[in-house]
């Protein structure tokens, strides 16, 4: 059974080992690279521990018994009233398609309309067709609206959005 717990200093450890093996992994997916991240002390994983689990921002691991499986966090936008920013959504591969993703998106829903957020925003790589039909599948739509991919100046981000109604 799939349980979701927020990202916090209990479990800093089981957040850096599964965010460096989303880097590595799938590395057009985030804006970050496994061998910036890799370099983080132990330390510094704890301290953003504490701050994406601060107010006005939410990290969650997915986790199948004691292994983190999925990894996602949304944070509240400072200047646009309404609008929460979805970042560093993964779910090891071989829990695609199992619900995980899904729990993982249920769970920063919640969030947002426990907060009067009323849309959630995102940017996908033009080349990360999965994540893009499974956000599609979820409800989030294409605003048409891109811009360069930070890490690789031959790929863009295609912002997509999810009206939250409650």
């Not at 779910?91 to 969030?111: E, F």
């Amino acid at each position: 059974m799939i349980v979701l717990e927020p990202i916090s200093p209990d479990n800093a450890l089981a957040f850096k080992a599964i965010r460096l093996r989303a880097l590595e992994t799938d590395p057009t997916a985030f804006g970050s690279t496994h061998a910036k991240e890799a370099a983080l002390s132990d330390e510094e994983w704890f301290r953003r521990s504490v701050r994406w689990s601060s107010d006005g921002f939410l990290g969650l691991l997915a986790f199948d018994r004691d292994n983190p499986c999925g990894l996602v966090a949304c944070y509240a936008a400072e200047k646009e009233a309404g609008r929460a920013h979805v970042v560093s959504m993964w779910v090891d591969p071989a829990y695609r398609r199992t619900g995980v993703g899904s729990a993982l998106i249920d769970g920063l829903k919640a969030w947002g309309l426990a907060r009067d957020v009323r849309e959630l925003h995102l940017m996908v790589t033009n080349v990360n067709a999965g994540a893009m039909g499974f956000y599609e599948r979820l409800g989030f739509r294409k605003t048409g609206a891109t811009m360069p991919y930070p890490n690789d100046p031959a790929l863009f981000e295609h912002e997509m959005l999810l009206a939250l109604n409650p």
